[in-house]
């Protein structure tokens, strides 16, 4: 029998999940949801009580990390709710491209030139301001379930 060879044909990929369950109950303001299939931070979470055999719910309000619309849910407190995956990376600019997209540099040394400009045009114009006045300039990328974003910026000072 240990003679045989067993091969598995898998369709899923390596990556981790994109989301983790938690409770409805347990999800507290400034936490983060999904809604609709969309990743939010919860802005404000009103539970209401139910009657003699009804379950309590929990109607959350969250905004999306990506698009900033607001999107609602109501769930009861004890079934259970995805909450994705949110990373937060700096990485260097190097560069801005005709088309909108920016090269960064990561931590090992790469480029990663898929990333376009922000939406937002506050942080927009401040990293073009500060690129075309050669300063060093480090963004921060927020990624969740397959999405990336630059969310912020950081001067560290003159470009040498």
Partial sequence: MSDEEH???SKADAGASKTYPQQAG????NGYIVIKN???KVV???TSKTGK????KCHFVGIDIFNAK???DIVPSSHNCDVPHVNR???QLIDISEDGFVSLLTENGN???DLRLPTDENLLSQIKDGFAEGKDLVVTVMSAMGEEQICALKDIGPKN
């Fill in 26 to 29: 347990t999800i507290r303001k």
């Fill in 7 to 9: 091969h598995f044909e």
């Fill in 53 to 56: 055999h009804g379950h309590a």
């Fill in 44 to 46: 404000e979470v009103p």
């Fill in 38 to 40: 969309r990743p939010c």
């Fill in 111 to 113: 480029t990663k030139d």
């Fill in 70 to 72: 607001k999107l609602e």
């Fill in 89 to 91: 990376t700096d990485y």
